[in-house]
């Protein structure tokens, strides 16, 4: 139900016939009181379907922490409309790295060690532009350098053509 049907008895009206006269029966302190009522009922339907919300969202949430010398992938995004050149969006690389956390600047912020190409990048990252990188020892990895900009997008070119229709 709407706040305002709960409040008022009725649905919403347009501005044009906002009030009419003789309307209201009860003036006073009683509908002080019964609105005073109907807003503490409204704002704890409120919480409720927020805790429930929090709980929906929550369970697949997870708290992502890092301690120095940890290492992480690095989220970067991709320019729309050049993309279409050589991979479909859902093909292009999403993060680089990995890279070295240097150190924790808050609960929320962390400083990587990045290389010298990169040099042009802010080096302090939001949690949200992490990813956790486990280590394998059978895990290989190729980093090909990316030409980033400052706001962590980058250009995707062909490296060669393989055929013409």
């Not at 139900?1 to 044009?16: D, P, Q």
């Not at 991979?87 to 690389?93: P, Q, R, T, W």
């Not at 980033?148 to 490296?159: C, F, I, Q, V």
């Given at each position: ?16 016939h906002w009030d009419e006269v003789g309307e209201r029966a009860t003036m006073g ?113 190729n980093f090909e350098p990316l030409r ?18």
């Open positions: 139900m709407a706040t305002y049907k709960e409040l008022y008895g009725r649905k919403c009206r347009s501005l044009i302190p009683e509908i002080v009181q019964h609105t005073t009522d109907l807003v503490a009922k409204i704002r704890d339907k409120m919480k409720t379907a927020q805790s429930r919300q929090k709980t929906y969202t929550n369970k697949r949430r997870q708290d992502l922490e890092f301690v120095r010398g940890d290492h992480e992938f690095l989220k970067i995004a991709p320019m729309n409309g050049v993309m279409r050149l050589v991979k479909k969006g859902k093909l292009s690389s999403r993060f680089i790295g990995p890279f070295e956390i240097l150190n924790i600047l808050g609960a929320l912020a962390y400083r990587g060690a990045l290389p010298p190409n990169l040099a042009g990048v802010h080096n302090v990252f939001h949690v949200s532009m992490l990813r956790k990188y486990m280590s394998n020892l059978i895990h290989v990895l980033l900009k400052p706001n962590l997008s980058y250009e995707e070119r062909p490296t060669q053509i393989s055929g013409r229709q």
